[in-house]
């Protein structure tokens, strides 16, 4: 156990050399300093930070309760014992306003003095070991906060917690989720015949993906790898556009980089326990690219990105994977049952919705914003998918949310 430094403030020298004798009794105590005046004490206290003062109340320059008042402000916790000639109730009361631990009379007797001494050092020794303890937390918490986060993380995708756990938790690892947030989520897969004798482990192509891809994002994005070759991206709200040039220039340097393809989905949202209903979703539209041919997935994923130009063309996706316009036709109705057109109109409706949801935008912006440059021909597409106009879409949410 370190020394308890240990300071005397006191304008007359016989109490200092008397509280230096009872106070070198005790091997504890380690004397730090003596003042006989309210300032040199501050200077001291300043200097030598002690642990414990003893303090007359009526000293030169500044007084005693003075000094502990700016010493309140500079060095908190550092203990006072006012020792005072004054039996004034009003110098007791102004002292505990101020937080004294003791006040004693002059002449101090003995036993009382080390009977006080003895509670101060109690008080200090517990203050100290939970000083440490609290120490040692923070040290083991920035040791292992990148694996409690992703532990977090791990539970709030999973829809785990409750609101109130969120906040506890996010207060505990002193880290913050967005709101409203934009969410990415990117599979990896290796290319074999590339991998040169195992050099590109899943680890190294999930580190490596993970710094190219905080190098991009917003500050304070949030990534957690999910599985073997998934990583999940959290981030502020970014507009559509700006999710898709995210996208698209993580995919370009991953595979730049990398001996790997990238299959990647964006999703909005607004409030944390929403959080894991839209990572669900995305987990559910991942699984069904990965299910299809290579061609296809290239396919769908480029029209992911693209589905708001209002110029895409069964052409222009055939030609970016490089197959002819009928061999692209046929596997969108082998694989997905659809045409091409009603793949692509039904991506620009959900891509709708989801904007319907999370914004007040008006029903001509949001047909711009997918990819429809009349509002007309985006509601007689909605209406054919959903079999409601995007007018009584939404009252049919604003009647669910006044029913919630």
Known sequence: MEKIRTLIADDELIIRRGLQKMLEKDPAIELVGEAEDGELALMLCLEKKPDLAFVDINMPFLDGLSFIERLRQNSPSTLVIVISGYDDFEYARKAIQLGVFAYLLKPVRENLFFETLNKAKHALIKSMETEQYLVWAKEQLAKNKEALLSHFLQALLAGSYEQEEILMEMKYLNSSIPDPFSLFLCKIQQKPSLVDEGAWQDSLVFFAAREQALSLFPPETLCYRQGSNEVVFLCKAVSHEEEKRLLDSLKERIERHLPAEVISLSARGEGYLSIAEKFASLEEELA??????????????????????????????????????????????????????????????????????????????????????????????????LHLSPQEYRKTQYKGENNA
Request: charge should be positive; proline fraction near 1%; glycine fraction near 2%.
């Open 288 to 385: 069904t690219i990965t299910q299809l041919p290579k061609t296809m997935v290239q396919a769908v994923d480029y029209l992911g990105k693209h589905y708001w130009q209002n110029s895409i063309s069964l052409r222009e996706v055939s030609d970016h994977v490089q197959v002819t316009t009928q061999h692209l036709s046929r596997l969108f109705k082998s694989a997905l049952n659809v045409t091409f057109v009603e793949y692509l109109t039904i991506l620009r409706v959900q891509k709708a919705v989801e904007l319907m949801k999370d914004s007040e935008k008006k029903i001509y912006e949001v047909a711009e914003e997918v990819g429809y440059s009349s509002q007309h021909y985006f509601c007689t597409a909605f209406k054919r998918v």
